[in-house]
């Protein structure tokens, strides 16, 4: 049983920055694959970043080179640097996490863009 915790969500100004952070129970060096998710009012979640076994990466369109998406090994944790924040970025942020064929998901993290 893995558990799961986001962190690091607020709210910020149009044009600033916050950086999300995914803990994990288990050692985040055993994780296959390490997802941010995120869910905006009346939306379906979509994929914002992932992590295939700590060096290959993906990012959905509406990133465009915003965010970034890498392991801390000290830390223990997945983090999102996100960047250039806009209004549309406004959502529940959700860590997901794919371990021994099974998938866990974090409470998600609030991150609210306004001015």
């Known amino acids: 049983q893995v558990h799961v915790v986001e962190s690091g969500g607020g709210l910020v100004q149009p044009g600033g920055s916050l950086k999300l952070s995914c803990g994990t129970s288990?050692?985040?060096?055993?994780?296959?694959?390490v997802g941010w998710y995120r869910q905006a009012p009346g939306k379906e979640r979509e994929l914002v970043a992932r992590i295939l076994s700590g060096v290959s990466t993906n990012y959905a369109d509406f990133v465009k080179g915003r965010f970034t998406i890498s392991r801390d090994g000290a830390k223990n944790t997945v983090d999102l640097q996100m960047n250039s924040l806009s209004p549309e970025d406004t959502a529940v942020y959700y860590c997901n996490c794919f371990k021994a064929g099974r998938q866990y998901w974090g409470q998600g993290t609030q991150v609210t863009v306004s001015s």
């Open positions: 288990d050692s985040i060096f055993s994780m296959s694959a």
